[in-house]
């Protein structure tokens, strides 16, 4: 008995916990079930409308002098005099003595040049006579056959003729030696560098000086091949001129002790070929009489000053700008649909800059960008929009509408003294009012536009064009190339 239950007592007590294991798992109670429904998330955005961008392009590039020279002297001789603006940094004019060489040996040469002349005139007058009577001899003598050369002394007389001929030559070349004792300015300019001084003997070969141009610099700007596209020069093409009449406007911009300073001029010509380091083509910007004081007080526009510039290149039409801050994966806009649902939608950005994009594919007028940063921006989350009057950031933009505007207004009239005044009244109209016209010139558009007279424009306009550039106004289109064309 006593064996028996060893065995079973065992199987009891297991099989007990066996069925007490069962009956706990089936005999719990059901977890209370809980409904998720997370809220809507809270974005701002705003409604697209197509607009036009003027696009820019921004390069840079260093300051240059359209006209770089070296004096050279055609004469040698010792320097006797320097004009008082041939010193480093002097401004000149054109035609104005810069230095003389000593000119006595020229002089003398110029004397020996005459009387030598003197000579070999007489000599010929000589001559002359002697041929004339040889001529009177044959008659006398009648032989009835025509003379020769030689008795009428016509080798004789085309001696004294060749000799008369190389002395006025000598006078001539004694007459330019002398002259060219005195070197004067090619052009208005200014010296960078001096070499030579008071006492110094020169001969042709030297350097006395470097000096360059004034009247216009020149800046040297790369530009990408993509930039090249929005830019719009013409091609130019073997036998033309590699020159743009109405190139696109140009801003080059410096900073001078904390200022920065801006001056308008135009695109030019741009190089013939392409850069293979940096597969960048270089177009030049003109800007007129960078040393000209201005009302403001502006700095002159130093050679080999490093500025920065932006070119206005062509206006995108119908295109959507959007901060580039919205930007997602560089492909996508977050958007807002009829069922306040998030899309993605990809775009085609057809221009930027470190502040916007322009789309020109993939949106649609109404869409309604998100100007909100949703950190896990999944497609179809439900979203409750606030919708935004204006954005609360700036966007570049440019009004490009009211430039459109403007350049119509100036579009020439057409025909007679009544289409001249009226396109200078609407240029009149055009300059603001903290940059009024200086009274002198004032004076004279005044004039030309009640004379009402045409063969003045161009004058007119250049002068107006001149003080445009140099004061950073901007003329409507046409205002710059000598008026109206008829």
């Not at 060893?6 to 069962?22: N, S, Y």
């Not at 079930?33 to 197509?50: C, D, H, I, K, M």
């Not at 221009?351 to 896990?376: E, H, Y």
Request: hydrophobic content about 40%; proline content about 6%.
């Amino acid at each position: 008995m006593k064996k028996l239950l060893r065995i079973l007592l065992p199987v009891i007590v297991l099989g007990g916990c066996g069925f007490l294991a069962w009956w706990i798992v089936h005999t719990k109670p059901e977890p209370r079930q809980r409904n998720f429904n997370p809220g809507a998330t809270q974005v701002e955005v705003f409604v697209l409308s197509p607009s036009s961008y003027q696009v820019e392009l921004e390069t840079q590039g260093t300051v240059s002098a359209r006209t770089d020279s070296t004096l050279i002297p055609e004469v040698r001789g010792r320097i006797l005099e320097v004009g008082p603006n041939f010193q480093d940094g002097a401004f000149f004019e054109e035609g104005e003595i810069l230095l003389r060489i000593d000119p006595r040996d020229y002089e003398t040469e110029l004397v020996v040049a005459e009387a030598n002349l003197s000579q070999m005139q007489l000599a010929l007058a000589e001559e002359q006579a002697r041929a004339d009577q040889a001529f009177q001899d044959w008659k006398r003598l009648s032989l009835g056959e025509e003379p020769s050369d030689l008795v009428l002394r016509g080798p004789q007389l085309k001696r004294a003729k060749a000799n008369v001929s190389s002395a006025e030559a000598r006078l001539e070349n004694a007459k330019r030696n002398l002259e060219r004792t005195e070197i004067k300015a090619p052009f208005a300019g200014r010296v960078l560098t001096k070499m030579v001084d008071v006492g110094q003997y020169v001969a042709p070969g030297n350097q006395m000086a470097r000096v360059y141009a004034v009247d216009f610099a020149e800046v040297r700007l790369p530009l990408t091949e993509t930039q090249l596209t929005f830019l719009g020069l013409p091609e130019i093409y073997r036998g033309e001129t590699p020159t743009f009449r109405d190139g696109p406007n140009v801003t080059v911009s410096s900073t001078v002790a904390d200022k920065t300073h801006e001056w308008s001029g135009r695109i030019v010509r741009a190089e013939g070929s392409f850069d293979t380091r940096t597969r960048q083509l270089f177009v030049i910007a003109q800007i007129r009489n960078p040393y000209g004081r201005t009302e403001g007080g502006r700095p002159p526009l130093k050679m080999g000053s490093f500025v920065k510039a932006k070119i206005r290149g062509s206006v995108l039409e119908d295109v959507y700008v959007v901060p580039r801050r919205l930007l997602r994966e560089n492909s996508f806009l977050l958007t807002v649909d009829e069922n306040n649902t998030l899309r993605r939608k990809p775009v085609n950005i057809v221009w930027q800059n470190d502040n916007s994009i322009v789309v020109d594919k993939g949106l649609a007028a109404g869409d309604k960008i998100v100007l909100t940063d949703v950190p896990f921006a999944l497609e179809a989350l439900p979203v409750e929009a606030t919708v935004l009057d204006k954005l609360p950031f700036e966007v570049e933009k440019v009004d490009v509408e009211a430039i459109v505007a403007r350049r119509a207004a100036a579009a020439p009239a057409g025909g007679g003294a009544g289409g001249a005044g009226g396109f200078l009244g609407q240029i009149m109209a055009s300059i603001p009012a903290d940059k009024p016209l200086p009274a002198d010139l004032k004076a004279k558009v005044d004039s030309v536009m009640a004379s009402g007279d045409r063969a003045q424009m161009r004058p007119i306009m250049q002068e107006l064009r001149t003080w445009a550039e140099e004061n950073g106004v901007e003329l409507p289109a046409g205002g710059g190339r000598g008026g109206p064309r008829g």
